[in-house]
């Protein structure tokens, strides 16, 4: 049986005929760089999480990037961010000469640990960024009070979270800015880089409406320094053609997660694996569906032979990469990340794996 760890080519198969037609209409209007399928999309992405202003960009990166430079991160500025997630969301506070300060995270959920927020919070702090890591929301409501506090921006890295809710709520459109990412290979994917801002306020949607074009507020007449961060076209194309379907592959995504969880619980009673624990008041688009166990490296291995396709996000936390060295920071800080990102590993998940694949990766991992 062969097993794809994302099957981004059923989900293709699927929709075909509509996709190379959307493709085919971008082409034929030439109009490659801000065409009418941009502006369409950002009114979808609008009318789907509730936010009043959505920015379509040209990835998750530039979104977080964009965001902060909205926010006008200074160097010597100090961001607030989880230690366990993708390089991106620490690299874009550096850019900008900013410093990551790490808080660890909570055992179960893996976000930001809430308890251990406050006491990071330092006259220079700017803004926090939780991360909604595998589709799960951080605790924002608990992030936005401390951030309310002390007035300080919140962010959410909204990356992996796409369509998760949060006390009713759309992930994108829990904070003060919501950043997410297309990359083919999250909840809701395009055919190459893209992203999306999210904000309710006005004068940050303005002015990162002008950051996204090298800070232009009027043709030729550039306001800020900004960046060239927009979306292509043809990914607008695509994304309005995939949105249609999406609402109904997150309940699959849900469905499949589910069964997994109910399938692996014997492995879970008997303490060999830890499945994902979802708080009660949000759900999750399980943009990964990530287990624990003791001896990953083996257990990988036990998989890989019986050809089920493995991934770990994320072996390295952010404090241990060679680039964040100057940092200095002792990894004991963290024994919760550091726990967590020597066990942590994910299986094949997406909305298209079928009930004979599921069973024969949960009846593989049973046997072991
Ligand atoms: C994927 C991801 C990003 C970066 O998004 P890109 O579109 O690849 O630039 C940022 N943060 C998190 C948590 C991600 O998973």
Same mark, same amino acid.
């Given at each position: 049986?062969? %097993? ?75 961001v607030i961010t989880s230690p366990f997630s993708f390089f991106a969301t620490a690299e874009v506070i550096c850019l900008l000469g900013g410093t990551p300060v790490f808080v660890d995270i909570d055992p179960v959920t893996y976000n930001l640990d809430t308890e251990r927020l406050q006491e990071k919070i330092t006259a220079r702090t700017k803004a926090i960024i939780p991360v909604s890591l595998y589709g799960q929301c951080a605790d924002m409501d608990e992030i936005n009070e401390i951030a309310g506090k002390y007035n300080i921006a919140v962010i959410e890295d909204a990356a992996q979270s796409f369509g998760a ?125 990530? %287990? ?77």
């Open positions: 049986m062969q %097993i794809p760890f994302i099957d981004l080519k059923q989900q293709y198969e699927q929709n075909k005929e509509e996709i190379h037609q959307a493709i085919t209409s971008v082409l034929e209007s030439t109009a490659f760089i801000m065409g009418p399928q941009v502006a369409q999309l950002e009114k979808s992405l609008a009318e789907y999480t509730g936010a009043k202003h959505v920015l379509a960009c040209s990835s998750g990166t530039d979104a977080l990037l964009l965001a902060l430079m909205a926010l006008d991160l200074k160097p010597g500025d100090e809710e949060y006390k009713g709520n759309k992930s994108c459109n829990l904070s003060t800015i919501g950043c997410t990412s297309f990359f083919p290979s999250k909840p809701l994917g395009c055919y190459g880089d893209g992203g999306a801002i999210f904000t309710n306020d006005d004068q940050l949607a303005q002015k990162m409406r002008s950051l996204l074009v090298h800070g232009q507020s009027a043709r030729y007449q550039h306001r800020y320094i900004g960046i060239n961060g927009r979306m292509d076209t043809l990914q607008a194309a695509i994304l309005n053609v995939k949105i249609k379907y999406f609402p109904d592959e997150v309940l699959e995504r849900d469905r499949i997660a589910k069964r997994y969880t109910e399938g692996l619980r014997p492995a879970v009673d008997s303490e060999r694996i830890v499945t994902p624990v979802i708080k009660s008041d949000r759900t999750s688009v399980y943009a990964q569906y990530s %287990i624990r166990v003791k001896d990953r490296e083996a257990f990988i291995a036990y998989l890989n032979s019986k050809q089920i396709p493995t991934a770990v996000h994320y072996p390295v936390p952010m404090y241990r990469q060679e680039a964040l060295s100057c940092l200095q920071i002792d990894p004991k800080e963290y024994p919760v990340t550091e726990q967590v990102s020597r066990e942590i590993l994910s299986i094949p998940m997406s909305a298209f794996l079928t009930e004979d694949q599921q069973d024969y990766i949960i009846e593989t991992i049973l046997s072991r």
